[in-house]
């Protein structure tokens, strides 16, 4: 079948769910075509970490690597976190595709909501999903916003009985957007479990390549380094020289952007820095899983990212603040958490893993394999997505209009 994600940002060297999900569902023999918006009117906080320079020639590559088409529309603005699209152009655009169904992601959206409610005239059936979480919501009208997809958008989801897959294990969308739970399917995030794995022969590679000793306790981070993942707050945090672990160096590793003002004070701390630190810049998602074999334990100060389930993969433990969705996922014996933005613990915590005797730090790595293997391989979970899509077409009266 052919499926079309219309997802408003899209970067090809990421390794967001419709990078990944698009992949694998070619890999399943259907196919696949991404339509999205072009970079020129996004903000610099969603295209400063990858880069918006020459993305016909990115785009290109990762069709030819994956298989899936990437076609790009001009926004007309982007607003309050949202991208707006000319709704004819974009309706057009996907209704010319002739999609056997399509995948419109986030539900909340200026996008979502334009699908839902022309969903009665499409020739085509859709589903959605949520990313969403209530503790992410920050807006200072989202009461408003909120009641008013309560009443005008939910009730067109219920009455037509559009899919609705939640991504996160939260209530948000029955909570906050009046979508009840026994609506929705709960698909999980996840990551290509044979791609990323530990590797030692890679470790002691890449290590040499960094200049990383082959004795210390690596520490990574992966991720932006601007206010909204922490950057400052990580840097802070590693000033300092850490005493030895067991008997072993900490060393360091941080790969990522910091842009403007901001990132400047960031990147002189880290320079200012008391330990080891190998500096990278953004890597492309294909290009992580070399360092995360490298590393003893991967770190995030803030909005632990989706990163943390490659990390996972290999073999990592994760140190990440504590909230509703890390408490659950540390329930395996994976990962740490920390309190939220307390250097001091923060530090202890990074500390005392690397502390950790042998065995009991053998064990932790052997769990955050086995948690992703059991909850988050993205290959089965990429067949159940696609048995949704295949569940809504099903579900699709047969006669439909043409176009819109």
């Known amino acids: 079948m052919h499926i ?12 967001y769910q419709v990078n990944l999900l698009s992949r694998l569902q070619v890999a399943q023999g259907h196919q696949c075509t991404i339509v ?12 400063s970490f990858f880069g918006k320079d020459d ?7 990762f069709e030819n690597e994956t298989g899936v088409r990437v076609i790009r529309l001009p926004l007309l603005a982007f607003y309050s976190g949202r991208a707006i ?3 004819r152009l974009l309706l057009k655009t996907v209704s010319r595709l002739k999609p056997d169904v399509a995948f419109v992601h986030s539900e909340d959206t200026m996008t979502g909501m334009l699908f839902i409610w022309m969903s009665r005239w499409l020739s085509y059936p859709m589903i959605l999903d949520c990313h969403m979480l209530e503790m992410a919501s920050e807006h200072r009208f989202k009461q408003q916003f909120r009641a008013f997809y309560r009443r005008f958008v939910a009730p067109i989801i219920l009455r037509r009985n559009i899919p609705l897959v939640r991504v996160v294990d939260s209530d948000y969308v029955q909570k906050c957007l ?3 739970l026994s609506h929705t399917d709960l698909l999980s995030f996840g990551t290509d479990t ?3 794995s530990p590797d030692a022969e890679v470790r002691r ?3 040499a390549s960094l200049g990383l000793s082959q004795d210390a306790y690596v520490v990574i981070y992966a991720g932006k380094l601007d206010a909204s993942k922490g950057g400052k707050f990580l840097a802070e945090t590693l000033q300092e020289k850490f005493p030895l672990a067991a008997g072993r160096e900490i060393e360091l590793l941080v790969i990522g952007t910091a842009d403007g003002a901001y990132g400047q004070e960031v990147e002189q701390l880290l320079a200012a820095g008391k330990n080891k630190l190998v500096r990278l810049p953004t890597q492309r998602y294909s290009d992580l899983a070399q360092y995360y074999r490298c590393a003893d ?10 990163s943390f389930f490659e990390a996972q993969s290999c073999g990592l433990p994760v140190l990440f603040e504590d909230n509703e969705i890390n408490a659950q996922r540390i329930e395996a014996g994976n990962a740490f958490v920390f309190k939220p933005a307390d250097l001091v613990d923060f530090r202890n915590k990074i500390m005392e893993i690397a502390g950790l005797p042998e065995a009991q730090a053998a064990a932790v790595r052997a769990n955050a394999r086995n948690y992703v293997l059991q909850h988050y391989d993205y290959v089965p979970i990429a067949r159940k997505f696609t048995a949704v899509l295949e569940r809504a077409m099903s579900a699709w009266p047969k006669k439909r209009p043409a176009s819109v």
């Open 55 to 61: 993305m016909a020639t990115r785009d290109a590559r």
């Open 178 to 180: 009046g979508i009840p």
């Open 4 to 15: 079309v994600h219309v997802e408003d940002f899209f970067h090809p060297d990421a390794g």
């Open 36 to 47: 999205t918006a072009e970079l020129d009117k996004m903000p610099t906080f969603l295209t």
């Open 297 to 306: 334990l991967a770190i995030y100060p803030k909005q632990c990212s989706m």
């Open 85 to 87: 699209f000319s709704p």
């Open 205 to 207: 590679e890449v290590r």
């Open 194 to 196: 044979l791609y990323f």
